[in-house]
């Protein structure tokens, strides 16, 4: 169905990290998988396929090996489909979270949104530096134009906006609940 690829490198940390955010839909059923730690760029797309062959696969012992931290869960239901119990999934450990923060913030903002051609208008709090910043205080921006521009360029403005509005929808009470 679509994904988010992201990337994070400190030099002070000598770290490289590659990950891949992804939905994929079989049969009626939704999955949303999560690969981190892959050592190279291409390695964390083999690493997603081997995150749906283990959630969708017969085989009952098939493994994520191509990235060091995997996890897939029913985007309906909430149930974890990856990885098996008994399995070390790494869930302790400290990670950055590139642009995973991005692509739940855009699932929230769709859970209260009624309309994609809603305005909303960019705040001087909702500018952020980054990639794909092409917002000004003032912008009169359509709420689907603020999703393609956090996922597609990664803008943080364009996140930080939907995480405004969709906040400010959440706490007047205009919508009370999210997906589990």
């Known amino acids: 169905m679509g994904g988010k690829t992201g ?4 030099k002070k940390l000598n770290l490289r990290i590659h990950n891949l955010t992804a939905v994929c839909e ?12 892959a ?8 690493a997603m396929g081997e995150l749906m062959d283990c959630v969708f696969g017969d085989d009952p ?11 897939a ?30 692509i739940l913030t855009v699932l929230t903002a769709l859970d209260v949104l009624d309309d994609l051609e809603a305005v909303y208008t960019i705040q001087e709090a909702d500018l952020r530096r980054g990639s794909g910043n092409v917002f000004e205080v ?19 403005t364009a996140a930080m906006a939907l ?4 906040g400010a929808r959440l706490l007047a ?3 009370k609940g999210i997906r589990p």
Do not use: C
Not at 39 to 46: M, V
Not at 62 to 71: F, L
């Open 173 to 175: 009470g205009e919508k």
């Open 138 to 156: 003032g912008d009169r921006v359509r709420l689907i134009d603020l999703i393609y521009a956090a996922m597609l360029p990664s803008s943080n």
């Open 7 to 10: 990337f994070i490198m400190s």
């Open 26 to 37: 079989k049969d009626g059923t939704a999955i949303v998988g999560v690969v981190m730690g």
């Open 73 to 102: 869960a029913d985007l309906r239901t909430g149930e974890t489909r990856y990885p098996p119990a008994g399995v070390d999934s790494g869930a302790d450990a400290f990670l950055q979270t590139a642009s995973m923060i991005k």
């Open 163 to 166: 995480a405004h509005w969709a």
């Open 39 to 46: 050592e190279r760029k291409k390695a964390r797309f083999t």
């Open 61 to 71: 012992n098939a493994r994520v090996t191509a990235a060091k931290y995997a996890y």
